[in-house]
């Protein structure tokens, strides 16, 4: 029965190798940190991690998974509204809208199910989705779910937005969904042009929030932190999965009639298992870790910053970034491979990307920084980059 249907997927899976696009898995054997074991025992730096707080291996964050294993036991073996709902998920709940300074949240497994959950029972074919071209893929699947008319326009491009608002004109119900990091390039959304834009074509507005939050405004309250639009946006979605502690789950925070809306009808929620009860009491741990002190931004924010200008002194060509993300532009798809590759010899973990996750000809190595970086770590980036660089005729 399956003879057919093997020799289909082998060939189709040397095509991809022969393109040259087969995805291999590296596998690290320490806990995730700046410096980990990788392969058979290799010690290296992580470059590329989304660990942007360094809190994937934060003792606090262990002791209150922990405590909670004691307390609340391992798992809740129920979707929420039937009896996967605890203290410590309605706890973490009320944290997320905290930090956020939203009306209400509801969580999910990951933001991948946040954002496919997030579409479908908000709008119908008479409403309008209005969707940046880089967005997310989660994003794209949780639109192609919904029966919305849709809208794309190029990445930040207010122009193409107001066109697209216009024509929107003729739906019911607008909204415009955005990432608020781009995770190839670093940029942040343009939130304040956006919101002026929805404000004059009345229309919402939904942030994805995934590689913001934690990092993004200067106490890492994310976008509507740095735009001033606290309490302003009616939909952001973000993960627990990377600057916050990096383990998994998902939420929506927003306004409260758009959140019990999704307790009702969201299929991600009424179908699908609660977050274990150890993942929600380190994450209350992590927001209350937030509201105590503003250290790991601003180790973030600096070691950005000393990062890419030491970077840019050394010759390379760096993509304008407003995140703790910096794309290293080679521009051709086998060097940023073997650069990668090299750079692993030299102990520095990152990982080079090309067409079709960027465009064609945009070939780059993405660095991402993290709170959890010492200075002599960045130093030893640096010095490795330049290395590299020489050696394969990137740097003069
Ligand atoms: C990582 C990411 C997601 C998915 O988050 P998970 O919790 O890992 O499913 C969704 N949206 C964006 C923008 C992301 O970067």
Redesign the pocket.
């Given at each position: 029965m399956y003879t057919d249907f093997q020799k289909y997927l082998e060939s189709e899976l040397q095509s991809i190798k022969d393109a040259g696009l087969y995805k291999e898995e590296r596998v690290i054997t320490s806990p995730q940190k700046a410096d980990i074991t990788v392969g058979k025992g290799d010690q290296v730096l992580n470059f590329c991690a989304?660990n942007y707080l360094g809190l994937a291996n934060s003792p606090e964050l262990i002791k209150a998974a922990k405590e909670a294993l004691d307390t609340h036991g391992y798992g809740m073996a129920s979707v929420r509204f039937i009896c996967g709902t605890g203290d410590l998920q309605k706890k973490l709940e009320a944290k997320i809208s905290e930090f956020f300074g939203t009306e209400d949240t509801i969580l999910y497994t990951?933001?991948?199910?946040a954002?496919g959950g997030v579409f479908e029972p908000l709008l119908n074919e008479q409403d309008a989705i209005i969707s940046d071209s880089l967005n997310?893929a989660?994003?794209i699947d949780g639109v192609r779910l919904c029966k919305a008319q849709r809208y794309r326009y190029a990445n930040a491009n207010m122009e193409e937005l107001e066109n697209c608002l216009k024509t929107a004109q003729a739906q019911r119900h607008r909204l415009i969904v955005t990432?608020g990091v781009f995770?190839m390039d670093g940029n942040v959304c343009p939130l304040d042009k956006i919101y002026a834009l929805a404000t004059k074509y009345n229309a919402m507005v939904m942030v994805?929030e995934?590689?913001s939050a934690g990092v993004v405004g200067r106490t890492g309250r994310g976008t509507t932190e740095q735009f001033n639009l606290r309490g302003k946006i009616e939909i952001l979605t973000g993960?627990?999965?990377?600057a916050f502690g990096g383990a998994?789950?998902?939420f929506t925070t927003g306004k409260k009639e758009i959140i019990a809306m999704l307790r009702q009808r969201s299929r991600p929620y009424l179908f699908s298992n609660s977050i274990p009860p150890m993942v929600a009491a380190a994450g209350i741990r992590m927001f209350e870790m937030m509201s105590e002190t503003n250290k790991l931004q601003d180790k973030l924010h600096s070691n950005t910053e000393y990062f890419v200008a030491k970077m840019k002194a050394a010759g390379f060509d760096i993509k304008p970034t407003q995140s703790a993300i910096c794309a290293v532009m080679l521009y051709d798809a086998p060097l940023s491979q073997k650069f990668a590759a090299r750079l692993q010899d030299e102990g520095i973990y990152v990982t080079g990307f090309y067409y079709p996750v960027v465009p064609k000809g945009q070939a780059r190595i993405r660095v991402q920084v993290s709170a959890g970086h010492e200075v002599e770590h960045l130093d030893k980036c640096v010095a490795a980059f330049t290395k590299i660089g020489k050696e394969l005729g990137v740097l003069k």
């Open positions: 989304n990951s933001c991948f199910d954002n997310h989660s994003i990432d995770s994805d995934s590689h993960t627990l999965g990377k998994v789950g998902g």
